[in-house]
């Protein structure tokens, strides 16, 4: 396939991508919005422009804040658009030879201010890396008993907070929270010391469901829209002290960072591959067919202001030990109803081998070996003006589709 739209070879966002998000352009118009290279295409002009009548969208559905009414449309929706979309933008299609529309709806990715993709009404955080699990339970645990009893019989996960779910670019306050001194059993009060990023995948749902009914590995893809960058930002100090017997709590819930671009399943259908093999063999509602895993590259830098971009974390997603299916099938066995815009983290991805550890936890051991910047400085774990920037994306056989990026930088506590 071949677009009349150039951009260059290594974009991320080819042909072959057509991914959903919400801008906003020079003149505080908001609307939905899919990307090609630099170009950034309003579809609520394509739409008043009549290039989708031939569906049943309703009320211009692409004239809205978020993307969550035309998800819930349904893949027998979303899915025939996004292939009408990838049929404008080829050489020679309607859309190329209709200038006066493509004043209207294109504009470069420099002119919009990029937002929240969808209103997040629910947010799960798994716990689904066994290489990550492995190296926090030998930091914490036990080195010769890293995984608690449950995490090879279940998709570990915990509630976390959707509010405080912020699209790239918004930059976090350093936390404050209860820590407990290592010379010590009283408590102190103050700014995070170890403030850590993890390196996530989240998936977001595109449907509602009724409480108390389930859905199946095999159903579960018909219920998944798309796919972000995610970095669950932690402070690991506060989480030491206070995850016991309850889990993360301030630790986690303030912040955490998205990319603007939602990738749909059917943009990565290329990229399948099959995953880990899991032992002791699942329970039969945890049972798949097929690869559920995606080869999906993922870098991690921390940028400081001496610095510039320093590599810290090569990793993939490929390395899941719990796929997506298996995630959401966990979730809702019990009855969960799910609800379009939910967002499912996939909890901290890690590799084998020490450069593709997800964390400052992981890649420093807690602290213990510093890693050296390009300007001669080390960190142990994220400092204030650091900015950490993740990113994401597939290539096969010519083909490339990724996610762009999501990057945070961290300012001081307010006090």
Not at 275 to 291: D, F, I, R
Not at 321 to 329: G, K, S
Not at 371 to 389: A, P, Q
Request: hydrophobic fraction near 35%; charge should be negative; glycine fraction near 8%.
């Amino acid at each position: 396939m071949k677009s009349f739209i150039q951009y260059e070879e290594h974009s991320d966002f080819s042909i072959y991508n057509i991914p959903f998000g919400v801008a906003i352009f020079g003149d505080e118009e908001i609307s939905c919005v899919t990307r090609i290279g630099d170009t950034v295409i309003n579809l609520a002009v394509l739409y008043e422009n009549g290039y989708f009548d031939e569906f049943d969208l309703g009320e211009n559905v692409f004239e809205a804040f978020t993307l969550n009414e035309f998800i819930s449309l349904g893949k027998s929706v979303t899915v025939p658009v996004r292939e009408h979309i990838q049929i404008l933008l080829l050489e020679n299609s309607e859309l190329s030879k209709d200038e006066d529309t493509q004043t209207e709806a294109f504009h470069s990715i420099e002119s919009v201010s990029m937002q929240l993709p969808v209103h997040v009404p629910n947010y799960t955080d798994f716990y689904s890396s066994i290489e990550h699990a492995t190296n926090v339970g030998k930091m914490f645990r036990d080195p010769d008993n890293a995984l608690l009893p449950n995490w090879k019989h279940l998709p570990v996960g915990y509630h976390g907070r959707a509010s405080s779910i912020v699209v790239s670019g918004t930059p976090i306050h350093r936390p404050k929270g209860q820590t407990l001194p290592a010379d010590s059993e009283i408590p102190v009060f103050g700014p995070t010391k170890r403030l850590d990023f993890e390196l996530e995948i989240a998936f977001i749902t595109n449907s509602y469901t009724d409480l108390g009914e389930s859905v199946s590995t095999k159903e579960a893809e018909e219920h998944i829209f798309g796919l972000v960058l995610f970095n669950d930002w932690s402070a690991r100090d506060v989480q030491k002290w206070e995850y016991v017997p309850l889990g993360p709590f301030l630790a986690k819930n303030f912040g955490s960072s998205v990319s603007p671009w939602i990738v749909t399943l059917e943009a990565l259908e290329p990229f399948r591959v099959e995953g880990p093999k899991q032992e002791p063999e699942v329970l039969p509602y945890l049972k798949y067919e097929g690869n559920k895993n995606f080869d999906i590259h993922l870098q991690t830098i921390i940028a400081t202001e001496n610095a510039g971009e320093n590599v810290v974390c090569t990793s993939n997603f490929k390395y899941m030990y719990w796929n997506m299916a298996q995630q959401l099938a966990h979730h809702t066995v019990n009855g969960c109803n799910l609800e379009a815009g939910d967002m499912y983290a996939s909890g901290t991805i890690s590799g084998k081998t020490e450069d593709s550890f997800g964390s400052m936890l992981e890649l420093t051991w807690g602290g213990s070996n510093p890693l050296k910047l390009k300007d001669g400085s080390e960190r142990k774990f994220i400092e204030d003006n650091d900015t950490v920037i993740m990113r994401g994306w597939c290539e096969k056989e010519g083909k490339r589709v990724g996610f762009g990026e999501v990057s945070g930088k961290i300012l001081p506590t307010i006090d």
